[in-house]
């Protein structure tokens, strides 16, 4: 069965440090990628997708950026954090049909 | 361009109640309509999908909901609310273009008394 894993849980952190958040998923293979953000009130917004290793997609201007290195890795990162980084943050996947995606845990990122 | 709107970001239940959640959703093409659970401090599960065919979806936890395309709706109902039913719950609409990009609605969060 396929399973997503992300780390950490959570974060702290203060503002102008560097982030990297990462995501892995296993028992699949080419699955597509996406980090989501989630503020209080707001839903969830997507912030980057990937198709395949090393395309990335950008959807909302920002000081974050997206990595695929590995097929299954998907990592976030940040040179400077800002203090409207905070919130929670979700990896989901799909296997490119069946229209369904797949949550991980998600971080809790709070920038002090 | 597509949307979600999710009415009322509070709602509350009496146990044993009918839960209704409501969903609308704008979409220049035949949506494909989601509906997701979030409990405090994890991810999304899915509860029920939306693609083709039968309009009247079940769920998981006794949940369901009704493609209503004359009313550009997507409801989500459950007969009798349990305490485990305490939740975020999120509508999504996506129109399957290969990556399938989800839009979520600003989610609503259920309550339910004792």
């Known amino acids: 069965s396929q399973t997503i894993h992300q780390w950490p849980a959570t974060l702290v952190q203060p503002v102008g440090s560097p982030l990297s958040l990462e995501c892995t998923v296993e028992g699949t293979s080419n699955p597509n990628l996406y980090w989501y953000r989630q503020a209080a009130g707001r839903g969830l917004q997507l912030l980057f997708y990937s198709v395949g290793i090393g395309q990335i997609s950008s959807e909302v201007p920002q000081n974050l950026s997206a990595s695929r290195p590995q097929d299954r890795q998907f990592i976030l990162s940040s040179k400077k954090l800002l203090l409207s980084d905070s919130g929670f943050y979700l990896c989901a996947w799909d296997p490119g049909q069946d229209y369904e995606q797949y949550f991980g845990p998600g971080t809790r990122l709070t920038v002090t | 361009a597509q949307s979600v709107t999710q009415l009322g970001s509070h709602v509350s239940v009496s146990e044993g109640a009918l839960v209704l959640l409501r969903c609308n959703y704008s979409?220049?093409?035949?949506?494909?309509l989601f509906w997701y659970v979030q409990y405090p401090n994890q991810g999304l599960q899915l509860l029920l999908k939306y693609t083709t065919g039968a309009t009247l979806v079940k769920g998981i936890n006794g949940f369901e909901a009704e493609f209503k395309k004359s009313e550009t709706s997507f409801h989500l109902t459950k007969p009798s609310a349990h305490m485990s039913d305490a939740a975020e719950y999120f509508c999504a609409v996506t129109k399957g273009s290969g990556t399938y990009k989800y839009i979520f609605g600003t989610g609503t969060r259920l309550k339910v008394l004792a």
């Open positions: 979409s220049s093409v035949p949506p494909y």
